[in-house]
């Protein structure tokens, strides 16, 4: 499946920042969708577009911290870049720590938005593809049997066929049937090759 391109939302209720940012973004080969309100941006959001969102700090209704929660709560992960024209430094430190890729203050250098973009655009192409890589490695495992699953845990925490058996207290026979199923269906060849299958599994 071909991925959509990339998308720079940006959320101000200055008009003419929007305006100003929209050339700046599309001079540079960007696709943007402005909006001049957070509830109008939320209307419509969804996480399948990849990009990433430029968000002012202080707006009318919700504010840019608010907004990136709300987004959090949709389960929307694209990263944040802050703009404000107000020198707020713990609000900039509580968007850095919530995940935000940058802070800036207008004015702001036009190089340093668009490298801050780049890195966002970097950031969220990386966490789409662990995320699909964590989909694909759960469609896998979803297809062993509960008996199978069980085989699977103990075998790449390192037991033996013989430990297996005993623990499930079946056969060491049956348990290499099992084994074997197991390899098979999550396309791994190997048991090391199995424990890191499992071990990525756990991490996502």
Do not use: W, Y
Not at 8 to 19: A, H, K, N
Not at 83 to 88: A, L, P, T, V
Not at 115 to 142: F, M, N, Q, V, Y
């Amino acid at each position: 499946m071909t991925q959509a391109p990339a998308t720079i939302f940006l959320v101000d209720d200055d008009e003419s920042v929007l305006r100003g940012l929209g050339r700046l973004l599309r001079a540079a080969g960007h696709a943007t969708k402005p909006f001049a309100s957070p509830s109008e941006f939320l209307a419509q959001l969804s996480g399948d577009t990849p990009g990433c969102a430029v968000l002012d700090l202080r707006m009318p209704g919700l504010n840019g911290l608010e907004l990136q929660q709300a987004m959090e709560s949709k389960d929307c992960h694209l990263p944040v870049i802050f703009i404000s024209g107000h020198g707020d430094v713990p609000a900039s430190v509580r968007a850095m720590k919530a995940g935000a890729v940058d802070f800036l203050l207008k004015p702001f250098d036009e190089q340093q938005l668009l490298g801050a973009i780049s890195e966002a655009l970097l950031k969220d192409a990386a966490a789409r593809a662990g995320r699909a890589e964590t989909a694909a490695l759960h469609a896998r495992h979803a297809v062993l049997t509960p008996r199978e699953r069980e085989v699977c845990a103990l075998v790449a925490q390192g037991l033996t066929n013989k430990e297996v058996a005993q623990r499930l207290g079946t056969t060491e026979k049956t348990i290499k049937v099992h084994r074997a199923r197991v390899i098979q269906k999550l396309d791994v060849d190997s048991v090391a090759e199995l424990v890191r299958f499992v071990d990525r599994l756990g991490q996502g």
